[in-house]
């Protein structure tokens, strides 16, 4: 079945840096677009950033561009999520997603991942 495993959260001070990364399995990666959103408290899951199937097309929300990276590894079956200068408006549940890249652009997806949890401390 399909199963999306994220990792690398944890707790770190604001201007920190952290990586996540998400494997997934179930399904044929190479041809998925990927995408990792967040849910802070009390408010709707957004996205964060998507990538292409091939990794040449990438798109970031106005708020995290210039501090956030997405990449994948497709002979890993990974995505990535390289997270710098954390702001503590950062906190959230980080989760990863797969679909059709136009979908994830606007926040739409089937299928999630259990999340992880990312806190920013002032």
């Known amino acids: 079945q399909v199963q999306l495993v994220e990792s690398g959260g944890g707790l770190i001070q604001a201007g920190g840096s952290l990586r996540l990364s998400c494997l997934a399995s179930?399904?044929?990666?190479?041809?998925?677009?990927m995408g990792w959103f967040r849910q802070a408290p009390e408010k709707e899951r957004e996205v964060v950033a998507a990538?292409?199937?091939?990794?040449?097309?990438?798109y970031y929300a106005d708020s995290v561009k210039g501090r956030f990276t997405i990449s994948r590894d497709n002979a890993k079956n990974t995505v990535y999520l390289q997270m710098n200068t954390l702001k503590p408006e950062d906190t959230a549940i980080y989760y990863c997603a797969f679909g059709l890249y136009s979908s994830l652009r606007r926040g739409q997806s089937d299928y999630w991942g259990q999340g992880t949890q990312v806190t920013v401390s002032s």
């Open positions: 990538i292409s199937w091939s990794g040449g097309v990438t």
């Open positions: 179930g399904i044929t990666f190479s041809t998925y677009a």
